[in-house]
């Protein structure tokens, strides 16, 4: 994964160490108090970039599948995570971000953003917004949702309608590059395994590891020289 964040950001260091700010494992329940969504925002909001990884489970969450396969997926954030103040759903929940983008541990697959000369099929005036990445990362309005990437947005975690945590992901393709020779009708399937909303079995998300300098930088003290 450092080497696809140095892909967009030339300057990331490919050691770059990440510490873990949450974990979910099985079957856990979007609601609740404190709700995972809660303490996903209170572990890993503010905390500058982060790498979302998530397990899927086979089938639709609706009609799994005993025996399919998993897919392993997930995103790279280039800015932090926060709950957006508004109350609706609106533009200003997107966040600029051009070094962001999905990715397939399972398909080996970087899915960057798309570029200027990319075949386009989505709105024609919001290309230029999506191609400097200012829909990269989308914060939703309740604490009660997790990372969301893409306009639409491409992925987004939230709670399904059986308690368990699911990603959508049928826009999938909208913000972020298909596979090579993947058709945008065939992408969020290549993605997450299925055009329908997929179960969570486990998520992940970490974010980078600030040196003593940084930290000292952040709290806004001098560093002794």
């Known amino acids: 994964i450092n080497g696809w964040i140095k892909e967009g950001k030339p300057d990331a260091d490919p050691a770059q160490a990440w510490v873990r700010c949450y974990h979910l494992m ?12 809660e303490l996903f925002h209170e572990g890993c909001d503010d905390k500058g970039p982060t790498v979302t990884v998530m397990r899927l489970k086979a089938g639709s969450q609706q009609h799994l599948l005993s ?14 995570w926060s709950v957006h103040s508004g109350t609706t759903r609106g533009a200003e929940q997107y966040k600029t971000s051009p070094t962001s983008f999905a990715f397939s541990l399972t398909n080996k697959r970087r899915h960057g953003l798309y570029d200027v000369g990319d075949s386009f099929s989505w709105n024609s005036d919001k290309k230029a917004k999506w191609v400097a990445g200012e829909r990269a990362v989308y914060h939703h309005a309740s604490v009660h949702f997790g990372p969301g990437f893409g306009d639409g947005p491409d992925f987004l975690i939230e709670q399904g309608v059986s308690g368990g945590l699911r990603v959508t992901c049928r826009p999938f393709g909208r913000t972020f590059k298909c596979g090579d020779g993947v058709s945008e009708g065939d992408c969020a399937e290549d993605f997450c395994g299925s055009k329908e909303d997929r179960q969570i079995i486990e998520l992940e998300v970490w974010h980078r590891f600030l040196t003593c300098d940084e930290r000292c930088d952040a709290r806004g003290t001098k560093r002794r020289r």
Request: proline share 4%; net charge negative; charged share 10%.
């Open 26 to 37: 099985g079957n856990g329940y979007w609601s609740g108090s404190p709700s995972q969504g």
């Open 67 to 80: 025996n399919g396969d998993e897919k392993l997926v997930g995103g790279y954030a280039g800015v932090s």
